[in-house]
């Protein structure tokens, strides 16, 4: 299992060292929250922030947009050269171009599926994807609970997977910690997105070696 902190938990006071910390004690990514207030009811930050992020980063970036005007947001973060650039399926009324467009920018594309979205809503983009990222909680803040069905749901996509992109990788983001991860593993999942189970740990490298299963 791979594992991609969410900063949204870090200290914002002491952006730099967290991102540090994280990356030194063995993370796999950074998860990067990008929310804009309409699609979600919160707002985090922008690529001025992001961008001392990526400086402090030793390890790619994910970017998590939970944002309306998906392409707006793509084109304001790509030249920080993001790892993997992911947008919700619910908001975007041409997600096959835009997987295009992210790529042609020399970034890996990834689709998002709120709590509610079937995996089927995906599965005629899949062989376009280098992965999909389920909810399990609804977006917009960090330190809720887990949405048990999402194991349901990722079943059904690890399924999906294999017919048509058997490389997509499948993550899960929200309420993941140390007990549900190993059902998660079970389900198909190939990397687990940990805010506040990370952040509010005594150590980083304890967490992430606990989800590392
Ligand atoms: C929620 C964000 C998550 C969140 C995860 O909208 O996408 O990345 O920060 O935080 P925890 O692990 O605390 O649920
Ligand atoms: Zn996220």
Redesign the pocket.
Known sequence: MLVAP????ADFGNLAQEVKAICDAGCDLV?V?V?DGHF?P?LTIGPVVVQSVARAATKGLDV?L?VENNTFFVNLFAPLNPEYISFHIEEEKHPHRLIQHIRSLGIKPALVLNPHTPPEAVEFLLSEVDMVLL??????????S?IPSVLAKARRLRALCDIYNPKCLIEV?????AKNVHDLKAAGVDIV???????KHASYQEAIESLHI
């Open positions: 969410s900063i949204l938990s998860h929250d929310m979600v919160n998590h939970m909810m399990s909680v609804n977006p917009g803040f960090g330190g809720q887990f983001d929200g309420g993941v910690n997105v940990a805010g506040n189970y990370v952040f």
